[in-house]
Nanobody, 125 residues
Framework: QVQLVESGGGLVQAGGSLRLSCAASGRTFSSYAMGWFRQAPGKEREFVAAINRSGGSTYYADSVKGRFTVSRDNVKNTVYMQMNSLKPEDTAVYYC??????????????????WGQGTQVTVSS
């Protein structure tokens, strides 16, 4: 069982930056690939980024490639997502998720076992 808690969301102007964190409970954090998803009002939850167990491989949705960077610290049991050059269309609730399968990358919701409660990111124009 893994519990995930996101933080770092907020209100930022277009062009600005935010860094999201996702803290995981338990001693087996390094056995999970981690993903970030987002859900805008009235839209389905969508994949944003993923990082493998060691942190050596990452994968991004085209919409954020070159602007967002995902990383992890397996000592601190935390995954991060640095978001730069934010756009109003990045406004959403951002969720982190844990994937125990060992396959990388997974990008679909049902492929992830555990989810956080989400953190709101709002980008003003």
């Amino acid at each position: 069982q893994v519990q995930l808690v996101e933080s770092g969301g907020g209100l930022v102007q277009a062009g600005g930056s935010l860094r999201l964190s996702c803290a995981a409970s338990g001693r087996t954090f390094s056995s999970y690939a981690m993903g970030w998803f987002r859900q805008a009002p009235g839209k389905e939850r969508e994949f944003v980024a993923a990082i493998n167990r060691s942190g050596g491989s990452t994968y991004y949705a085209d919409s954020v490639k070159g602007r967002f960077t995902v990383s992890r610290d397996n000592v601190k049991n935390t995954v991060y997502m640095q978001m730069n050059s934010l756009k109003p269309e990045d406004t959403a609730v951002y969720y982190c998720a844990a994937d125990s399968s060992g396959w990388f990358p997974h990008t679909r919701l049902h492929e992830f076992d555990y989810w956080g409660q989400g953190t709101q990111v709002t980008v003003s124009s």
